[in-house]
């Protein structure tokens, strides 16, 4: 946290002090610590009108409304929509001439006893700017990595405070409510992976440009785009669907043999998983990380890039992965379905480059360990061996530590590693694991 902020029970104990904001606390899921932090500093009769833990599911829905999941975006807009209404109809007459309402609401999956669940939630806040004018309203899901309920609790308590503070605040819109978020925190411990934001003081934002600066300002590893929506909850795009995945860069050079490799892994995946109950999804994935500390890129090229993309490929997730097993990695945090990488022969090549995993103990044999792991599998393309060659040398990769034809077209069974990693290769295929498209 740079100098000039201001730890978690500062910015409580100044929202507290501040007799402009008043309103209504609801939690449901990870305790009432966004509230509990208001309580402990002092001073919360000057901020809190109401707390709410309505933690029963028949009272819930009794409160809320029915809902078909507890911790979702419905469920949490019907949290505000109904806190909201309450506290600034019934204090509109007494104090809604000096007064802006807020209700701030969240409803949480934190780690259960057994530790089987998907740890997350969604968190947000419908607040008035200036009294009597109209609402905006601010909605986040997050995703959570502590490895006890209790530090989930705790992080909860303190991004809540944050969002508070900074909607309250209202200093440097929404570039400089992103840097405030995860103050007191890290990636390690929670995650912002989806932004909306509505009202007459975000008319102007676009969704896509909103989502996409969650990992330009580190606030989470990946978001998932798609050209209507803007953006979608990763968990609410990915979970329990087999997926399909094509890595590329930001560039927007020959796409269109690109878009028809991903449709046709599609296709194929669909084969693969017609006892699925959910249908296949297909995504371009494109990683930020080597632009992020570039002057090549700055965030409006990247949005216009990313749009272009959206339009070719439907559907884009983007990140700040560097290598490919960490993208498998977390894919298999929401689906048990099949999971397919689609590349070409010189990209598989490069999965086997020692030079890429030299900040892990095990190197490449940990790398793929962690990559093919269950239900995972490649989709190879074969490509001309001159192209082969050329993007062997772009990576800095050495041609002559494979073996492969000098000329035709190059298939995985026609490619050998002359190092010592061709024992792993031999293996790779041997288990079935590479796929022909």
Known sequence: MSEDRIDTYQKALAINLDATHYGTIAEIGAGQEVARWFFTVGGASGTVAKTMPAYDMKISDEIYGRSGRYVSQE???????????????????????????????????????????????????????????????????????????????????????????????????????????????????????????????????????????????????????????????????????????????????????HAEILERARLRLGEESRGSKRDPIALLEVSLNSVLDSKDTDDSEQLHRIKHLLKEFGGVMVTSFSETYQLAQYLHRYTSEPIRFAMGVSSLMQIFDEKYYEELDGGVVEALGRFLSQNMKLYILGIPADEVRARLVASCSVPLQWEFPSEGMVTYHDVCPTTPVRHLFRFVVDTGTLIEL
């Open 75 to 257: 469920r949490l807009q019907a949290m505000l929509e109904r806190e909201y209404s309450q506290v600034s109809r019934r204090l509109a007459e007494e104090r809604g001439r000096d007064t802006s309402f807020f209700a701030f609401a969240d409803t949480i999956s934190a780690r259960n006893f057994s530790g089987t669940n998907i740890c997350h939630g969604w968190i947000g806040i419908r607040f008035q700017t200036e009294p009597g004018g109209e609402p905006n309203d601010l909605l986040l899901h997050l995703n959570l990595y502590d490895d006890t309920n209790l530090l989930q609790q705790q992080a909860v308590g303190v991004l809540g405070v944050n969002l508070i503070y900074e909607a309250m605040r209202g200093e440097g819109g929404i570039e400089n409510l992103m840097n405030g978020l995860l103050d007191g925190l890290s990636l390690e411990r929670i995650d912002v992976d989806y932004m909306e934001a509505t009202g007459p003081d975000f008319a102007s934002l676009d969704p896509t440009g909103l989502n996409l600066g969650l990992v330009q300002a580190g606030l989470c590893r990946v978001i998932v785009l798609f050209p209507e929506e803007g953006g979608k909850a990763p968990l609410d795009a990915l979970y329990k669907h087999p997926i399909v995945v094509e890595r590329r860069s930001l560039s927007l050079e020959d796409l269109a043999p």
